[in-house]
T-cell receptor, first 113, second 113 residues
């Protein structure tokens, strides 16, 4: 079975600080992609960052970076220099060829001014 | 703009009624996914279509059905509506290959009264 676990339902961080959101997953597939999606109060689902499972190098997008540990099946998201606009629900997900995407239950992040 | 169009954006209907939600995927995307998100909840996968064929089914009620048409747009039909069906319904699309993330529409907010 394919599962995604986000063990932190809620987190908060002071503006300009760094925060790390955790995600673990389970799959028997060897080729897959991992994603972090952001859902702000507008409820729009926005892709934050993507990681190819076959790449060892961790993906980075501006202030967002991941720590991908394939053997441990761990995929955490680090947000640096947190901004008020980062306040949102964050979903970890993975997908593989021709199949559905599997989402975690989400982590609600609040950035405190 | 993700390129995925969902209509209508909002829908209010009475219990026992039937509604149809529509989704136009991004140009060239073959896969369409439907998700249900109740208030403050995660994403519940309902169903996936790939190039007109049902590819995967999740926790979709028997009162719900979907289809994907030759032009690749998709419709989600919800019948005998109950108060508990009130939710945000997302459509997402992808190219179907491992190199493509899911692109989400803005969702249809369904309120059953």
């Amino acid at each position: 079975a394919q599962t995604v676990t986000q063990s932190q339902p809620e987190m908060s961080v002071q503006e300009a600080e760094t925060v790390t959101l955790s995600c673990t997953y389970d799959t028997s597939e060897s080729n897959y992609y991992l994603f972090w999606y952001k859902q702000p109060p507008s409820r729009q689902m926005i892709l934050v960052i993507r990681q190819e499972a076959y790449k060892q190098q961790n993906a980075t997008e501006n202030r967002f970076s991941v720590n991908f540990q394939k053997a441990a099946k761990s995929f955490s998201l680090k947000i640096s220099d947190s901004q008020l606009g980062d306040t949102a629900m964050y979903f970890c997900a993975f997908g593989f060829t021709g199949n559905q995407f599997y989402f975690g239950t989400g982590t609600s992040l609040t950035v405190i001014p | 703009d993700s390129g995925v169009t969902q209509t209508p954006k909002h829908l209010i209907t009475a219990t026992g009624q039937r509604v149809t939600l529509r989704c136009s995927p991004r140009s060239g995307d073959l896969s369409v996914y439907w998700y249900q998100q109740s208030l403050d909840q995660g994403l519940q996968f309902l169903i996936q279509y790939y190039n007109g064929e049902e590819r995967a089914k999740g926790n979709i009620l028997e009162r719900f059905s979907a289809q994907q048409f030759p032009d690749l747009h998709s419709e989600l039909n919800l019948s005998s509506l109950e108060l508990g069906d009130s939710a945000l319904y997302f459509c997402a699309s992808s190219g179907g290959s491992i190199n493509t993330e899911a692109f989400f529409g803005q969702g249809t907010r369904l309120t059953v009264v």
